[in-house]
T-cell receptor, first 109, second 115 residues
Framework: GIQVEQSPPDLILQEGANSTLRCNFS?????LQWFHQNPWGQLINLFY???GTKQNGRLSATTVATERYSLLYISSSQTTDSGVYFC???????????FGAGTRLFVKA | NAGVTQTPKFQVLKTGQSMTLQCAQD?????MSWYRQDPGMGLRLIHY???????DQGEVPNGYNVSRSTTEDFPLRLLSAAPSQTSVYFC??????????????FGQGTRLTVV
């Protein structure tokens, strides 16, 4: 089945810093989403982005489907950005949403 | 419009007990799925359904049963709970557009402890 790898596994930032999280996937996809899991365990949809670029405030994401990767950019990080960021994909022709292992982000005040 | 609703939020079971985790969605989504998340790990797919009456296994199906009698509901059954099933369980739903699965929406999760 499709493999999803996220990097880095852990990231510590000073408040105000910028960061880039990466998601590589092993096969073509119909669907790619980025989620933020907050410290209370809630999964929050950030982006639905099987291809192209989207922006939402301080966050933006780019997926290059032909090269099988997606990037999540966080600018001017805040302590509330802390948590785990997951990339999840659905392989072309499939129905299963498969998650990467996540990037654990801690933003220091 | 409540989205995806899971009940209960917390549950403690004794080894060997059975129980059903409930999941309901009011968005008329075709696809529903169950995941488990173990500490420090990503979500792993247990079972999924592409419509009423149709279910299939995910990555870690052993020890769990599902059924989908209606579009709205997708319960997950633990027939004989084991400590290895201690985890946080998430239910998700999504719809298809032109035959392609689109964005998934998740419930709040059920934290299950088996002692």
């Amino acid at each position: 089945g499709i493999q999803v790898e996220q990097s880095p596994p852990d990231l510590i930032l000073q408040e105000g810093a910028n960061s880039t999280l990466r998601c590589n996937f092993s096969d073509s996809v119909n669907n790619l989403q980025w989620f933020h899991q907050n410290p209370w365990g809630q999964l929050i949809n950030l982006f639905y982005i099987p291809s192209g670029t989207k922006q939402n405030g301080r966050l933006s994401a780019t997926t290059v489907a032909t090269e099988r990767y997606s990037l999540l950019y966080i600018s001017s990080s805040q302590t509330t950005d802390s948590g785990v960021y997951f990339c999840a994909v659905v392989a072309t022709g499939g129905f299963k949403t498969i998650f990467g292992a996540g990037t654990r982000l801690f933003v220091k005040a | 419009n409540a989205g995806v609703t899971q009940t209960p939020k917390f549950q403690v079971l004794k080894t060997g007990q059975s129980m059903t985790l409930q999941c309901a969605q009011d968005m008329n989504h075709e696809y529903m799925s169950w995941y488990r998340q173990d500490p420090g790990m990503g979500l792993r797919l247990i079972h999924y359904s592409v419509g009423a009456g149709i279910t299939d296994q995910g990555e870690v199906p052993n020890g769990y049963n599902v059924s989908r009698s209606t579009t709205e509901d997708f319960p997950l059954r633990l027939l004989s709970a084991a400590p290895s099933q201690t985890s946080v369980y998430f239910c998700a739903s999504s719809y298809s557009r032109q035959g392609k699965d689109t964005e998934a929406f998740f419930g709040q999760g059920t934290r299950l402890t088996v002692v």
